[in-house]
């Protein structure tokens, strides 16, 4: 299937318009760049000088879809035009064709035809006066630039500029990109975050709700019932300053209320009672000296994460709490009773070992969970090792 050759801008076909027109016009007036006695005339009459006019002007429809077969098309229709009474109209149009092929021509183009026209002009300069030694001499070198240099060096300047401008329009539209990239990985990551902190406070709460309230229902005794409901309170009260606090962080201070303080680890031994009230035998073995405030949130929620399912999963025993501080890291470790339950106490999605994961990994800690044999019988062991930043060294 044969290739249609790109059809020329209209913009391009009016400057050749243009271009013929006004030549036409100088020639029906008389008007050449020589007169009919110049020495340099070989052909005679005014005739002659129409068909070098035509050609160029040709060339210009092809100023931008073909640049350099028309400079190289229209170099000739200028040595042609030479040897006529010539017309200044096909000297225009050529400059035009040096200029066109400079700016949209191949980069090799653009960075030669300066060069060479340079060298040309230079030449054009030199030897005519080292010849004839006249001052007039000069002046040969002077129209050569003026026709070939001046317009491939304004090309050259005027397609840097244009370069410049699209590097930078381009690099705009990158750093618009990489500045959504990141809003969007701040919003993925917020949202994880608040996930995980949703979860973390709520679900201790309602897994206790939710197996108190059972109880309630299953047992026909109004001293368990009453033991129950009193649990569920506690746990909603709770559930639902939790649940203020997330709203007073998600407002950003909208409210003039100050939002709760973030949990530390001096809050496990109210995190155990309330444990033990749910009805679990928690024992706490903590021994800890100041770690940063993210490190202390992970430890404080990946405790109240493991006590909530050891509430809905593990067997009857001790889960014990283990915290330990060493020189460069928060060590954990939560061990239960494993349970060989179907079903858990509670409902569960099992977010709650990711949200533990993430909060490990986000610290550049170590997270691992999983059923253990001990001498005790099989246990579900929780560990993290949480890295402890050199900001608090000083404190230690």
């Given at each position: 299937m044969a290739v249609r050759p790109p059809r020329p801008p209209r913009f391009d076909v009016l400057v050749a318009l243009a271009g013929l027109v006004g030549g036409l016009l100088l020639w029906a007036f008389g008007l050449g760049v020589r007169k009919a006695d110049d020495p340099l005339v070989l052909l005679d009459g005014r005739g002659p000088?129409?068909?070098p006019l035509a050609v160029i002007a040709g060339c210009e429809l092809l100023r931008r879809t073909a640049p350099r077969t028309a400079l190289l098309t229209g170099t000739l229709a200028l040595a042609a035009d030479t040897v006529t009474q010539g017309s200044i109209a096909t000297i225009v149009m050529y400059t035009d064709l040096m200029y066109a092929a400079v700016l949209y021509g191949t980069p090799a183009t653009a960075r030669l035809l300066p060069r060479i026209t340079g060298l040309l002009t230079i030449a054009a300069t030199l030897v005519p006066y080292a010849v004839w030694r006249v001052p007039e001499a000069l002046l040969i070198g002077l129209v050569i630039g003026a026709v070939t240099f001046t317009p491939a060096s304004t090309g050259l300047i005027v397609r840097n500029?244009?370069?410049?401008?699209?590097?930078a329009r381009l690099r705009a539209e990158q750093t618009a990109l990489l500045a959504e990239m990141d809003r969007v990985q701040a919003v993925t990551a917020e949202r994880a975050r608040m996930a995980r902190e949703l979860h973390d406070m709520v679900a201790n709460h309602l897994s206790a709700i939710a197996i108190h309230s059972t109880?309630?229902?299953?047992?026909?005794?109004?001293?368990?019932?009453?033991?129950?409901?009193?649990v569920i309170r506690e746990n909603s009260v709770q559930g639902l300053?939790?649940?203020?606090?997330?709203?007073?962080?998600?407002r950003d201070g909208a409210d003039d209320r100050e939002p709760a303080a973030t949990p530390t680890l001096d809050g496990l031994g109210a995190l155990v009672e309330g444990a033990r009230a749910?009805?679990?035998?928690?024992a706490l073995d903590a021994e800890y000296g100041a770690v940063p405030a993210p490190v202390e949130l992970?430890?404080?929620?990946?405790?109240?994460?493991?006590l909530t399912n050891a509430l809905k999963h593990a067997a009857p025993g001790r889960v014990i709490v283990w915290l330990r501080r060493p020189d460069d890291a928060l060590v954990l470790k939560v061990t239960s009773p494993f349970g060989d339950r179907d079903t858990p106490r509670a409902p569960g999605s099992?977010?709650?070992?990711v949200g533990m994961r993430e909060r490990a990994a986000l610290l550049d800690g170590?997270?691992?969970?999983?059923?253990?044999?001990?001498?005790?019988?099989?246990?579900?062991?929780?560990?993290?090792t949480l890295p402890v930043t050199d900001i608090v060294q000083g404190d230690t």
């Open positions: 000088l129409l068909v500029h244009r370069d410049a401008a699209e590097a109880a309630a229902l299953s047992l026909d005794s109004p001293a368990t019932s009453r033991e129950a409901l009193t300053s939790e649940m203020r606090r997330l709203i007073g962080i998600l749910n009805g679990l035998d928690v992970a430890a404080y929620r990946m405790v109240q994460e493991s099992g977010a709650g070992l170590t997270f691992e969970a999983g059923p253990e044999s001990g001498p005790e019988g099989k246990l579900w062991v929780v560990r993290a």
